[in-house]
C-alpha cells in the first residue's frame, strides 16, 4: 500500500478519484475547476524542499510526539500520579515520533523517486 497516494483528491470533501476523469466530485458534486483539488504525490515535491530534519521535528516530533506527550502529562496530572519515572516516560513519545517520521519520510522518498522515474521514462519514449 502506497504512503503516498498518486490519485487527485477533491479539496471540499477529499473524495479520491483518477486524474483528469471528471471535472465534477462523484461525491460532493463540487466544480473541480473552483473547488481545487491535491495531490499527496505531487504535494510530496514541495513538503520535501523543506529537508528531512526539518520535516521529522516539526511534523512528527513536536507534532505528533510532543501532542502525546503533553496528553499523557495531563492525564498523568489529572490522576495524581507521583512517580517522576511515568513523567519521564513521555519522552520516549517524542523518540518515537522522530522514528516514526524518520520511517515516513524514507517511504515517501522512495515512494517519490519511482514515480519521478517512471514519469521521465515515459517522457523519454514520447
Same mark, same amino acid.
Given at each position: 500500500?502506497? &504512503?503516498?497516494?498518486?490519485?487527485? /483528491? =477533491?479539496?471540499?470533501?477529499?473524495?479520491?478519484? *483518477?486524474?483528469?476523469?471528471?471535472?465534477? =466530485?462523484? #461525491? =460532493?458534486?463540487?466544480?473541480?475547476?473552483?473547488?481545487?483539488?491535491?495531490?499527496?504525490?505531487?504535494? $510530496?515535491?514541495?513538503? /520535501?524542499?523543506?529537508?528531512?530534519? #526539518?520535516?521529522? &521535528?516539526?511534523? &512528527?516530533?513536536?507534532? $505528533?510526539?510532543?501532542? +502525546?506527550?503533553?496528553?499523557? =502529562?495531563?492525564? +498523568?496530572?489529572? @490522576? *495524581?500520579?507521583?512517580?517522576?519515572? %511515568?513523567?519521564?516516560?513521555?519522552?520516549?513519545?517524542?523518540?518515537?515520533?522522530? @522514528?516514526?517520521?524518520?520511517?515516513?519520510?524514507? #517511504?515517501?522518498?522512495?515512494?517519490?523517486?519511482?514515480?519521478?522515474? %517512471?514519469?521521465?521514462?515515459?517522457?523519454?519514449?514520447?
Amino acid at each position: 500500500m502506497p &504512503w503516498l497516494d498518486p490519485r487527485d /483528491r =477533491c479539496n471540499h470533501c477529499g473524495t479520491p478519484f *483518477e486524474e483528469g476523469s471528471t471535472t465534477v =466530485c462523484p #461525491r =460532493c458534486g463540487s466544480d473541480l475547476v473552483s473547488v481545487g483539488t491535491q495531490n499527496e504525490l505531487r504535494d $510530496w515535491g514541495i513538503t /520535501r524542499q523543506q529537508g528531512w530534519s #526539518r520535516y521529522v &521535528w516539526r511534523r &512528527w516530533v513536536f507534532g $505528533w510526539g510532543g501532542l +502525546l506527550a503533553i496528553m499523557q =502529562c495531563v492525564a +498523568l496530572l489529572i @490522576f *495524581e500520579e507521583e512517580n517522576p519515572i %511515568k513523567y519521564a516516560l513521555t519522552t520516549l513519545c517524542l523518540i518515537g515520533g522522530y @522514528f516514526l517520521g524518520l520511517q515516513y519520510w524514507r #517511504r515517501a522518498e522512495r515512494e517519490y523517486a519511482a514515480r519521478q522515474a %517512471k514519469l521521465e521514462s515515459q517522457t523519454s519514449e514520447v
